[in-house]
DNA sequence: ATGTCC
């Protein structure tokens, strides 16, 4: 059993966001102290979703005055969430699941050249999508209609062409998910219709990252510490690794859209992208920093973020305070309450098979790895609710619209 | 989280 929380270890700039409600295990917020007190850190901030890593803890983010630590951004360099809202009302469960299940089995770039693909996605995203020979005509209506990627230049690719171009438009695995949900009860109706959200409607929602690509720039970079114009050629990578992510996250929700029949323009009624993983340099105590979002959505200015939920509990699209006190983000999803291990154990001992592929809110799960079945099982995650508290109350964001899954493929 | 290897 994990032990729990001591937020009495924690130095004066380390902060945690989290209602007494919310449980947070005791190796994690070592794991933020430690960070909070390497040389160069100005500000720390534990989520509510905040869970041990590797060394680093995820569900975090970390403000440095003068450096690039590589090493808090990770191997899932630009991971993050796209949600597509669109107009269609209803789609029965059976077909919505076969064509889900199909739109997984087609490549929507099988004519098009790998290695013109890698160069676009790197060097213009989503975007780049659009511009390449081959690739179907919604997918590049949809690509065409991105906002342009940061305006960060992406960095030196020659170390990253090996191929990694087959990844894109896959899920990947851990907490990574392709899903279709459906819009619940408005909660601020005015920023719903901003984001183009209506009640009853549904959306699409993928959650992932640059596969092996971000492995290899995580190990390239591995314990580097990055001052001045050392920091350039990392941040270069590290935006080539966010440019594909989203390009990455832009082909899942074609496929689930086209599972949907609504790739076409005129079904599509908004949407956002958020990365999960990444440096920014951002306002903070009336200076430039450089945060770092471990597991952690930006919520700056106005703009929309998303909280995760898992498949059995609903999704939350929010409103940003632009909370500095909260570095700016907020918590990636409601977090794990069981480890994986403990999952596969506990959750086999208590559910039959066919009951692990429908959820308590009617959903159902594509998911063909049976321990990944068992380790992403609602039940392995915290309740949402809290979660979502905790941030309110820590004034970072509001609650906008609950998005509820319908249909979840994972891998 | 990942690809790869046991």
Redesign the pocket.
Known sequence: MKAPADSAALPAHARLVARDDVWLEGNAVQQLARVAALPGCVRAVGMPDLHA??GIP?GAAFAFADRVVPELI???AG?GVRLVATSIGRMAPDALERRARQAMDDDPLAECDPRAVFERVWERGARGLAELDGVPEALARLAAAELEDSLRPSGDASPYRAG?EG?LG???????FLEVARVGALRDPASAKALGLSAGELVVVAH?????L??AL?QRWGGAVLEGDAAEPYLGELAGACRFARANRLLLAYRMLRALGASRASTITGGLDLTHNDVAREAVGGELAWVHRKGAAPARGSDFTVVLGSRGAPSWVMRSCDAEAGLRSVAHGAGRKMG?SEAREKIAARYRRRELVRTELGGRVVCDDPALLLEEHPDAYKPIEPVIESLVEAGLATPVAPLVPVLTVKR
């Open positions: 890593g590797r995820i990770g191997g899932d991971c990694y990844a896959s899920v990947g695995g851990g907490n990574h992932s990252g640059s596969r092996g971000g492995g995580g994986r």
